[in-house]
């Protein structure tokens, strides 16, 4: 990806993949060695050496902080998220409104012209995306609950 590519958002599955690896890896703090152009784990074993320290060490401390920095980040992107989901949400549950009272309008619509079958289905179809509308608001729930966490 260049510099002037938009990205493709993150999906929820590509933030727990990244999570998931990011939890697997050698536990932390890991280190970069004074002598040496290598990478450290808790124990001192290496995990990573390069050829040579002077030109290297910038790739070295990137790498020390690799672990906890993409955990920070992951971090970052779900409470981002959590928050955007806040703000847009009035303006989520304005247009329902609308939707609803739309709906409403039909309903009577239909029952003054004595079509009580169009009247129920228009019903029908309003439950339906009242449930779908639920199933959405549980799953943001769930993502704030794991955002709040910091997973």
């Not at 938009?6 to 939890?23: E, V, Y």
């Not at 439950?127 to 509308?133: F, G, K």
Request: include cysteine; glycine fraction near 4%.
């Amino acid at each position: 990806m260049n510099q002037h590519t938009q990205p493709t958002p993150l999906t929820a599955q590509q933030l727990d993949d990244i999570d998931t690896r990011a939890k697997a890896a050698t536990p932390g703090p890991w280190t970069l060695s004074e002598n040496y152009s290598d990478v450290l784990g808790p124990d001192g074993h290496q995990l990573a050496s390069y050829w040579n320290p002077t030109s290297e060490t910038r790739n070295g401390e990137f790498i020390a902080h690799a672990r906890e920095d993409v955990r920070t980040l992951l971090a970052e992107v779900r409470r981002l998220r959590a928050r955007v989901a806040e703000l847009e949400r009035p303006a989520v549950e304005a247009k329902r409104n609308e939707i609803r009272q739309s709906f409403a309008e039909l309903v009577t619509q239909a029952r003054e012209d004595r079509d009580y079958e169009g009247a129920f289905d228009v019903q029908c179809r309003l439950r339906e995306h009242e449930e779908q509308w639920q199933r959405e608001d549980t799953a943001a729930a769930a993502a704030a609950v794991s955002a709040g966490a910091g997973r």
